[in-house]
């Protein structure tokens, strides 16, 4: 299974951007799926996943402000970032859990004051 993000840099305070993940490869039984960030100084957290069979779930931080959707197909996962703030700022991955979790890469966005 390979993911690669697509979509980061730099935005704005107060704007939006949508990040898009394509999966490839084979995959089966996906428990869930969604996005991860990194910002500077602090661990990698989750903070939007798309639970099968049990809803979507999103960090306090990104409430309100971030939604997570995929395609029918499920090789595309979306990250739709609204009301950017300075805090957003990071490197984010998308990611997939299976039998073992995949992450990609990462992309960067930037949120400018």
């Known amino acids: 299974v390979q993911l690669q993000e697509s979509g980061g840099g730099v935005v704005q305070a107060g704007g939006s951007v949508t990040l898009s993940c394509t999966i490839s490869?084979?995959?089966?039984?996906?428990?869930?799926k969604g996005w991860y960030r990194q910002t500077p100084g602090k661990q990698r957290e989750l903070i939007a996943a798309t639970v099968t069979g049990g809803g979507t779930h999103y960090d306090n931080s990104v409430q309100g402000r971030f939604t997570v959707s995929g395609s029918d197909s499920g090789d595309t996962i979306l990250l739709q970032m609204d009301n950017l703030r300075s805090e957003d700022t990071g490197v984010y991955y998308c990611?997939?859990?299976?039998?073992?979790?995949?992450w990609g890469p990462g992309t960067q966005v930037t949120v400018s004051t």
């Open positions: 490869g084979s995959w089966f039984s996906v428990k869930a």
């Open positions: 990611w997939v859990a299976t039998w073992t979790d995949y």
